[in-house]
């Protein structure tokens, strides 16, 4: 396979940013494009035909897109709720699929996308860019290097003030208002989980058992649409149902502890809120720093810079001599969509499998049923049925492996 | 009254302190202590006499200490379940109770001191010193000028690394080895919770409503155990049950949520743990920073010391005239002592009260529940019996004053 054929779903921001990456690379043809709007299909392919002189064909519906076009990949950047529902329409058809991050709304989505790999044989990808962050990659290797002995807790989360891009969704045909809207419990997990459930060896050799969430009152986005906003304003005529700060602990298999927090409807600096904490000491994202009992100064942080330096993770050293910089979220952005289409062009097992996707996305739904039960536990069910305890599940293969 | 007798029970490393520090107040005797142990007695005995002249009465039975000596209150520094019993029985004999911090062991046991309370007329106080640090202080300051907007979420907890005297606590003779060899959950919730609900109003305005607690694996204990001691060191002889990592969300009727960790059994700094969050931004005692929309520096953290300066609350100030520094703990041990000998000198309602102290050892009781049913929410009794929501609850009176 020289060149691989893929094609995106979802254009706006994030899916037209990744037409545009992947049509930049020697190894790929972005041959298709497709959105329900118009305007986003001929901006993406504007951008795709810009950078490599071929403009892809456009839909507007991604079944006749799978039909009609021969793709060997697709990149589906939708809203959240449709993920899935496209991602097993693309394993069907024989084409496979990578999806950008979000959660589940349902078990049962959870598991379509995992029997539907499984039938297929197609190993789709879960697109969780966080996972290949130059800090996140150094924790995973220096975890595995046993630099914290071992591991007790961890937290992570999505901390980002998006106040005003949520209340102004239906502005921007953005999903994320109606999901504010409607919902509450963590609906964005995945930016700390990943990276942390790597670190813990979720689904090879441990796995999460059970979560509860507990949801702060909602009053930021309110807040923020009254001050704001004119009294007509669809931000105005409801209340939203998502509490400003949720909350959730998961136990997993090896008695490990991870707190997951989710805050987005208030004024704050960005953080995805890292803790990894071992018997060896501990590391603090806000504080970016970093205590091991194994250096020998006592109870003294010490600044986290130093320790990336001197412990980068192959994957990043590799790739950060490319230049990493001038791609999205310092360079991330570049290596997640380089291991998909190095999963299809190698035949390499994803660095993020569909064991790993369902397992993650599977903790929106479980949160927002423990929120709505006012904090009760609530159990994971293992989409490896067993794998992960007799060593079956599958490893990611090549050198974007997470494992 | 022109000078306060008291006597203390429990002469421990704390209790002994307390007995010294009380003996250098112009308005104090320090007539009674009393310990199981006579060696304790002699050596409390000897530093209050050192200090004031005068040495106090020794006892080892606080029955016949209330029954013998003429006291107006008593400081208790015991082990943490012996608390409730000893200020139960202060507050029968007429001599106003302060104790120590710790948990609760039952409901029961916090009912039994507010209905003491109640029923004898005595208004105990609950010597959480960290409500009295000069942060916390400048917070509650701060959240009541209204810099945080509205209040959504906080987080606070005990961080501090104790697997060395908690696992020879039998060589010491202190009670946190039999409480971590048998017991799960935030076993010590005060030193972060008390700043917290001062600043969420609980009991006056608002209400703890329900916990959830899970407790990660336990691994540091007996680690440090084999790293350190001969096999046959009682800390080798049996596996701890206190999870090393304990996380708690506690839900407020106002809507606010509190997440709570108890976090002793490995190598670590420091840390009460902090974060106050409202509309209009953070601030975090690990960065030791805030961010505050209303100073218009966009979405960046500052250093928390400038606003300490500016912000400092009048208790604070008042009593940082004096040089603190010279006190333990940063000045705040001194500060809450002379809020208990101010609360019976002028008759002033203490500024920790009997019901912020039921509704906070609640804490421990109910966390021990949930961790035990796998992180099932457990709810507060409303210790207040509804004043919290028409007004009635007792206030602080005086300067000592935090509601």
Chains 1, 2 share one sequence.
């Not at 002189?53 to 456009?58: L, M, V």
């Not at 062009?345 to 993650?360: F, G, L, M, Q, T």
């Amino acid at each position: 396979m020289e060149k691989v054929r893929i094609g995106v779903v979802g254009l706006g921001g994030r899916g037209a940013y990744h037409a545009e990456l992947l049509s930049t690379f020697d190894d790929v043809d972005v041959t298709a494009v497709c959105d329900l709007y118009n305007d986003r299909i001929e901006n993406a392919a504007d951008r795709v035909e810009k950078t490599s002189g071929k403009r892809p064909a456009g839909y507007t519906d991604y079944r006749e897109m799978f039909e009609k076009e021969d793709m060997d990949g697709v990149l589906i950047a939708s809203s959240w709720t449709t993920h899935s529902r496209i991602a097993v329409a693309a394993m069907k058809a024989g084409i496979t699929p990578a999806t950008e991050v979000g959660g589940a709304a349902s078990i049962e989505e959870c598991y379509s996308v995992v029997k539907t790999a499984e039938e297929t044989g197609i190993e789709p990808m879960f697109l969780e860019n966080c996972n290949f962050g130059r800090e996140e990659l150094a924790l995973l290797n220096m975890t595995r290097m046993g630099l914290f002995g071992e591991i007790v807790h961890c937290q992570c989360g999505y901390e980002h003030c998006l106040r005003d891009e949520i209340t102004r969704g239906n502005e921007n045909r953005h999903y994320r208002f109606n999901n504010y809207a409607h919902r509450n419990g963590d609906i964005y997990p995945t930016h700390g989980l990943g990276p942390m459930s790597k670190i813990l060896k979720i689904n090879r050799g441990n796995r999460f058992v059970s979560i509860v969430s507990v949801a702060s009152k909602q009053t930021g986005l309110n807040t923020h649409a009254k001050k704001h906003f004119d009294k007509d304003h669809p931000a105005n005529n409801l209340i939203f149902t998502q509490g400003d700060v949720v909350n959730s602990i998961i136990k997993c298999a090896g008695g490990e502890t991870i707190l997951l927090t989710h805050d987005t409807s208030n004024f704050r600096p960005y953080s995805r809120a890292g803790r990894l904490q071992g018997t060896n000491g501990i590391w603090l994202e806000d504080k970016n720093a970093i205590c091991l009992e194994s250096e020998n100064a006592g109870e003294v942080w010490k600044p986290f810079g130093e320790y990336m330096d001197k412990y980068d993770h192959p994957i990043w050293k590799k790739f950060s001599r490319i230049g990493l910089d001038k791609y999205g979220h310092g360079g991330m952005d570049f290596i997640v969509d380089a291991a998909f289409v190095d999963s299809i062009k190698n035949r390499n097992h994803p660095a993020i499998d569909v064991y790993d996707w369902a397992s993650w996305i599977a903790v929106t739904v479980l949160s927002e049923q423990s929120v709505a039960l006012g904090g009760a536990p609530q159990l994971f069910p293992d989409f490896t049925n067993g794998s992960w305890l007799d060593g079956t599940t599958p490893k990611g293969e090549g050198e974007f492996c997470l494992d």
